[in-house]
């Protein structure tokens, strides 16, 4: 775990007692006294303190005390509520920067220049999110955050999966020449066996540190090639057909 402090403006900080030296510094001043300060800029700070945020709600959940994260960060509590006035309000700024911010707009665009095979559009997709995205830490904040019944998880997938999802099954289905059915509910569905399979991949390889035998390229080939292939069966099949 990172823990590297968040020492900034205002916190003391307390000298190094070196051998014959006395617990007073200069004219009677003591070790975290204001001489000791290291001052920050305030945006700085913030974002320090973001930093071990999120490695701290990483490792202890979202439950994670405030008070325990002042001491990671080497400040009072009150000092850390002067930057994030709650708890929720910490937390939210966590889901924005690691859990949202994770995803990269670009690849919408990317998954629908059909000027590329949809297969390598996928492969390329795929490769990229399980890199940046379904990291160790990012994936233990949203396991967390779906097991404390917070909206980060269900944020995320409202915000950005399901839309991926539609786009997903769209892309193919125009290459295939396939009619999808109209419920978008159908779709996202379809498109989980392809999305979760590589998801739940992450999950085995970051989180039970096994599924270690090939690599994250041949994994994402195998599953694109697999969903591919059943395409036409599984939308035949949802669509009653």
Not at 61 to 67: K, M
């Amino acid at each position: 775990m990172n823990n590297k402090g968040c020492q900034g403006e205002n916190v003391q900080t307390k000298p190094k007692m070196t051998e014959g030296s006395s617990k007073t510094n200069g004219a009677g001043s003591k070790p975290g006294s204001p001489q000791g300060t290291v001052r920050m800029p305030f945006n700085e700070r913030r974002a320090q303190i973001l930093d071990v945020a999120t490695e701290f709600f990483a490792e202890n959940g979202l439950a994670g005390q405030t008070r325990q994260l002042a001491e990671k960060c080497g400040i009072s509590q009150r000092l850390l509520y002067r930057f994030f006035p709650t708890k929720e309000d910490l937390l939210k700024e966590v889901y924005n920067r690691e859990i949202l911010g994770a995803f990269k707009a670009v690849w919408f665009v990317e998954l629908q220049d059909r000027s590329q095979p949809v297969s390598k559009r996928l492969d390329a997709f795929y490769r990229d999110y399980l890199q940046s995205t379904l990291t160790r830490k990012w994936l233990r904040l949203f396991l967390y955050a779906s097991l404390a019944e917070a909206n980060m998880a269900p944020d995320y997938i409202a915000a950005i999966v399901m839309q991926l999802l539609e786009t997903v099954m769209r892309e193919v289905a125009h290459e295939r020449g396939v009619e999808l059915p109209e419920d978008p509910a159908l779709l996202r569905e379809m498109a989980w066996t392809l999305h979760g399979a590589i998801s739940h991949y992450a999950i085995r390889r970051h989180i039970y540190q096994s599924s270690l035998s090939l690599t994250e390229d041949q994994v994402v080939s195998m599953h694109v090639r697999v969903f591919l292939a059943g395409f036409e069966d599984m939308v035949e099949v949802c669509s009653g057909r």
